[in-house]
């Protein structure tokens, strides 16, 4: 799968652009989530940038052992393999949803 297609490029926010106080971002706005489909893990992005490598660096909140607000990378989630074999997805289904219904 495809985590990060040309029109989901577009729709991200710019990393810093909707973040006014790190990490309370309540105010904001998710625009996709990446999940393990073998594990507990969602990574829900709030912004993100392409760098210079062409790599993306988002920020947004982990669900994992705990939640917490963060930084990940595109090249780390797509370089995941669960036991299984499956790597992390994007939920196809998900609409933007506001950030203080999951913080």
Do not use: Q
Request: proline share 4%.
């Amino acid at each position: 799968m495809k985590l990060l297609t040309e029109a989901l490029k577009k729709k991200i926010p710019a990393l810093y652009s909707t973040t006014t106080e790190l990490p309370s971002n309540e105010h904001g706005v998710f625009v996709c989530k990446f999940f393990d489909p073998c594990g507990s893990w969602t990574w829900y992005v709030l912004e993100g940038s392409e760098e210079e490598n062409g790599d993306w660096r988002f920020y947004g909140l982990v669900d994992g052992h705990e939640k917490e607000w963060g930084y990940f990378m595109l090249s780390e989630l797509e370089s995941v393999r669960g036991p299984l074999g499956l790597g992390i997805e994007r939920d196809i289904f998900f609409e933007d949803e506001k950030a203080a219904k999951y913080a």
